[in-house]
């Protein structure tokens, strides 16, 4: 399964990223660059994607 995310920057610079897992359940992720936001994303989405025993992954 593929996820969707967004990735945007902030009015102080500062880089985020959020996919959504299921309703209710997303993910988050913020660096100073937008590779750093995915990265810190992807990580917070592999620990949700563990705990409710979902295998996705980001699009």
């Known amino acids: 399964m593929l996820v969707p995310y967004t990735i ?6 500062v880089w985020c990223a959020h996919a959504v897992l299921r309703p209710g359940v997303s993910a988050h ?3 100073d660059t937008p590779d750093a936001a995915l ?11 563990k705990e409710f025993d979902t295998s996705a992954e980001l699009m």
């Open 8 to 13: 945007e920057q902030d009015e102080d610079g």
């Open 39 to 49: 990265a810190e994303l992807r990580a917070a989405f592999a620990l949700l994607a």
């Open 29 to 31: 992720g913020e660096g």
